[in-house]
């Protein structure tokens, strides 16, 4: 069984940067997404970002412009670079691996952003 294993979480100030990163333990086979979530203390698990197998990236609005998402097919990996980091984008940020036959979760990495 593929697992995640997520890294980079921290505090930050508004207005800070911070870059999550998502690595698998094995080869990812039919591949269809990799993606990032978010949860917040009372909150649903909402889509942060999205990469397609192909390319393509789907963001959410309070976040485009801020956030870039792109991996490393080589090394399994995929990565949030959060920029001009808001206190509202305070979450367990998570990553998300789908492939055709299964939809794996990484155990979550806390971000902060507080003065």
């Known amino acids: 069984q593929v697992q995640l294993v997520e890294s980079g979480g921290g505090l930050v100030q508004p207005g800070g940067l911070l870059r999550l990163s998502c690595a698998a333990s094995?080869?990812?086979?039919?591949?269809?997404?990799m993606a990032w979530y978010r949860q917040s203390p009372g909150k649903q698990r909402e889509l942060v970002a999205r990469m397609y197998n192909g390319g393509k990236q789907d963001y959410a609005d309070h976040v485009k412009g801020r956030f870039t998402i792109s991996t490393d097919n080589a090394k399994n990996s995929v990565y949030l670079q959060m920029n001009s980091l808001k206190p509202e984008d305070t979450a367990v940020y998570y990553c998300?691996?789908?492939?055709?036959?299964?939809?794996?979760w990484g155990q979550g990495t806390q971000v902060t952003v507080s003065s």
């Open positions: 998300n691996v789908r492939t055709w036959t299964s939809n794996l």
């Open positions: 094995g080869m990812i086979f039919s591949l269809y997404s």
